[in-house]
């Protein structure tokens, strides 16, 4: 169905992703850290992007506002993890280009519910 | 990797990160100031905490939590972080170890002890959203209507960061039947949209009784984003029975209220009647005249008007159309909507007014043809050939100076019928034919043409005596190839005649030439054809009009000219191998080689050609010619105005007419560069020969 790029330095979280989305028929594709975020959003089409926000070499801000200066990622759905309930943050990833987010933890269903809202059949 | 358990993968990232974690706080102890350090431990513990709660680390997750909270303010720079402080985050970290390594062994009131003392470093001036509660609370209260009212209006970004409306509308629907009208008056113009940008706003009646929860769960992501006015619906409309999903222009009424609305527009047109004002009075009798009037106008059908006044009406009319031209080009440059529109119907009325006009000045052709019965008629008792005369199309229209113009061609054309056409009466039996001649004189509307034919059942032309005439005459060399249809074109040359006796009527060589060019000058064009033994048949082509045509405007080095689109086939592109053959000038349009000019050789162009020259195919009849221009503008409403007498001895233009922006283009006489192509062309053949 779709393919969705997961970006994260926990290999956990990637994985965690992976075991919820693969079996929904999504190919699930998986990046440590934002510059190799971008590499492969570079590499090929996508249809939405989780990302984390705090991860070295460059963070989530950073890899959504590179993004959306991709030309082939015009209106292309970008997600964010996020421990924190306080607005500022999010408030900052949406004015970087994010269309929503996920609040950590999240269970497996909350996770579907976010990609069903943003990728369409 | 992708097959392990992803608990077992967050212990192992975890004993890595507590690494990273250990090795960060202690060289943060010797370097308090470097901020990559603080960094990459409030990773750490970001990481650990996500994932823990995930992974059901339920108490790592909430002890991590305040750990991060202190951490937090020395990554802002808020507290320092001091010995005592990197003291007490590292027994926090082996306590996060241990929760998360071997949970049996910890001890809540050690962890209690380490937060109390994290929370030392936290001031507790916190605030925990009081307000989103309040809302919460209110909720629940507005909840149990019968539907919801929501006005949408989003920013204009909201494509761009990947949310789509309509996906959010349809998940609206899902909550219940929902009404969807989209509000387009924030939509501008074309040239000032940006396609990445959303312009519409959407007015929504969702009929069902769900939360207000439900429905701030479909915007959740968008919230900030968007305009969203809720307002509870004040009474149960009957639900739309069958589409979850309607868009559309208007809401429909419903019948209840349009049966309400009749009677009251009665009640609202009665008192305008009764109405004892004067002026009423004098609105009510003013329909009375109006249909007076109207009965009187049916009692005369026609009104005299001098030709002269319509001559006027249609140079007037012609003045309109170009000034209405140079309208349409100005409102087309800019961008103001509202002289757009008053220039497009400004069009519509100036080529309804030039369509009326121009109707007042047709008149049928039947008043014409009936002056030719006598004419046959006596001539066919002066030469003995006994010849029926019919025609057809009476009803057929032409703008009244041409039907005046016709007159003197078609009399020489009938007399040629009868005189050389129709054999006598002795020769006719001998061929096997009606001892009476007939001759059919029809008239017939064809596209922007009228088409007036001349057609006799006599013995056809002698094309091997016009061959042999024009060879005496020096036309032609002897024996040169051509065509039947060439050689029958001699007969428009000027004093050529092939009549071996000449009659009081025709066979003076004066004539037919003089017939062409009175159609060339009504813009028209003359053709023969022929069949042996069988009658021959003139063709006129004649345009409906003469003071307006459609035209085609195109453009050589600087200059404009205008192609009567009534004579235009088709555009083609002239291909390089066309270009290539330069010597021969001939054009390959599937198959058919057709002779072409070059238009910036004819006017002597200056400048450099375009690169893509473009070739015009135009037609008298059946002949076909070329023109090479370097661009094809387009459609021209071409109001004629005829060249002065300076000019008189110009020969490839036919009139002149004035653009849209103001200058003047000339209007290409087609028939005379038919006639140019095929001199060359047979220039050609001839040098070729020779």
Redo the contacts between chains.
Sequence with gaps: MATILTVD?????R??I??VLEPAGHSVIEAGDGAQGLAKAQAGKLDLVIT?L???VMNGLELIRAL?KLPGA?????VF?T?E?NDAVK?EA?SA?????IT???KPEQLLAVVA??V?A | ??A?D?TE??RQ?ASELFEVLEGALLDLGQRPDDRELVD?A??AL??I???????GFDKV?SFT?EF?TAFDRVRKGEIRPTQELISVALAAKDYIRALIEDPQSTDDIIGEAILDDLKRFVSSDRLE?PAAEVAEALAPAESKQAGWHLYLEFESHI??????PL?LLE?LCKLGPCFVVPITDGVPFLDEMDP?DCYLKWDVKLHAACDKDAIDDVF??VQ??MKLTLSPLEHVEAPAPVPLFQLLDEEPMPPPVMEKTAPAAEVAAAPVVDEPEPKSEIKREAPVRREEAKREERGIATVRVQAERLDELMDRVGELVIAQARLTQLASAGSDLSIKLIAEEIERLASSLRDTTMGARMVPIGSLFGRFRRLVHDLSRDLSKPVEFVTSGEDTELDKTMIECLADPLVHLIRNAIDHGIEDTATRAAAGKTEQGRIELAAVHSGAQVLVTVKDNGGGLNTARIRAKAEEQGLIAAGAALTDHEIHQFLFHPGFSTAQTISALSGRGVGMDVVKRTIENMRGSIDLSTRPGQGTTVTLRLPLTLAIIEGLLIRVGEGRYIIPLSAVEECVELKAEDERSRGRNFLNVRGNLVPFLRLRELMTASGTPDQHQKTIIISTGETRVGLVADQIIGNHQTVIKSLSKLHSDVTIFSGATILGDGTAALILDVAQLVALAQSKVEKQHISEAA
């Design positions: 330095d926990s290999p956990s979280i994985q965690m992976k075991v984390d705090n991860m070295p959306r015009v209106g292309m759905p970008i993890l421990t309930s408030q949406k280009g994010a269309t929503g987010w950590k933890p999240f809202k943003l369409r | 990797m992708s392990m992803p993968v967050f990232e990459s409030f990773r970001h990481t905490k996500g994932s823990g709660a995930m992974f997750a939590h991060e959203a494509l761009r960061n990947g949310s789509n996906d998940d990445e959740m992501f900030d984003e």
